[in-house]
């Protein structure tokens, strides 16, 4: 890990060896897997299927995992993130991940193996299987994915929506520095718009990107701001996952490295079902993204 990374999780290198994992990774498969312009919906959807899940098997929910903790937790975004992937730049969801910044405690983990989004009428999700193919800590060298890692450059892949009301002395870019500076990021060195995310044979802009969420308190953000596309350099190396903003727990305002690695890994579970006590070693597979 660089000497100057930095994010809003900083912390000794050594204690985080000892820590509990932070993030489990989900490979999604065995159904028509939903276009990345739901990223929201579908994040929405996992979150209610890991609540559901865990609280019956253990017959309460971690803190953890409970997007209504103690006002500390949600004030310092330690509550989890449930972040839709597209791993391979197709337009298509081909990953879920589970970031929860307090930590997936080994008592209980083993229940997330139980996990099985059901079929909604809405339409969101088909049938789906879920495979746990990577678990460890978001700050960890050798993380899968374009969502986790470090890394000093930042592009959009969901669309920015800002949670606050936008004044003529408050646009966009200024609630994305001011979020950023809140968030104990460090001060951006260039902030460029971006008119749409690039995906295989095509482009999404961002009013083609569901902003909404179909159930809870708040549907919307306070801006009422159809979204943005940011592209985002910082001096220093910056971890991940990156998402500010409305329904940045759930899959909106979600950024990836630059020159990230692509190709989807081939591990191991990385859950243990309840019989078993720890997960298997695993090994990670990828191929460097080819050059634009």
Not at 51 to 66: I, K, R, S, Y
Not at 100 to 127: C, I, N, Q
Not at 211 to 221: I, P, S, V
Request: with cysteine.
């Amino acid at each position: 890990m660089d000497r100057g990374e930095a994010g809003a999780e900083t912390e000794a290198p050594r204690l985080g060896a000892l820590r509990a994992p932070t993030t489990l990774r989900w490979f999604l498969s065995g159904g028509e897997l939903p276009p990345m312009t739901w990223a929201l919906l579908v994040g929405e959807r996992f979150q209610d299927a890991v609540m559901g899940t865990v609280a019956e098997a253990l017959g309460d929910l971690p803190d953890a995992l409970n997007p209504h903790g103690t006002e500390g937790l949600r004030q310092g975004h330690q509550h989890p993130f449930y972040l839709p992937e597209d791993a391979d730049g197709d337009g298509v969801i081909d990953h879920v991940v589970l970031h929860a910044p307090g930590g997936l405690d080994k008592a209980w983990r083993w229940a997330l193996a139980l996990v099985r989004p059901a079929a909604s009428e809405d339409g969101v999700l088909a049938p789906l299987s879920l495979t746990a193919d990577w678990l460890g800590r978001a700050e960890m060298a050798a993380t899968p994915g374009h969502l986790l890692g470090s890394g000093r450059v930042w592009r959009s892949v969901t669309p920015y929506v800002p949670n606050v009301h936008l004044k003529p002395k408050l646009g966009v870019e200024d609630a994305l520095k001011r979020e950023l500076k809140q968030r104990g990021y460090p001060e951006p060195s260039a902030i460029e718009p971006l008119a749409a995310v690039r995906i295989k044979g095509g482009w999404l802009s961002p009013e083609m990107f569901a902003t909404e969420r179909l159930g809870g308190e708040k549907t919307r953000g306070a801006s009422g701001h159809p979204g943005t596309l940011w592209r985002i350099r910082f001096d220093l190396s910056v971890r991940g996952p990156l998402a500010l903003g409305f329904g940045c727990h759930l899959g909106l305002g979600l950024f990836r490295r630059e020159g990230h690695l692509l190709g989807r890994p081939k591990l191991d579970p990385a859950l243990p079902s309840e019989a078993e006590g720890r997960p298997r070693a695993r090994k990670v597979a990828v191929e460097r993204e080819d050059a634009k």
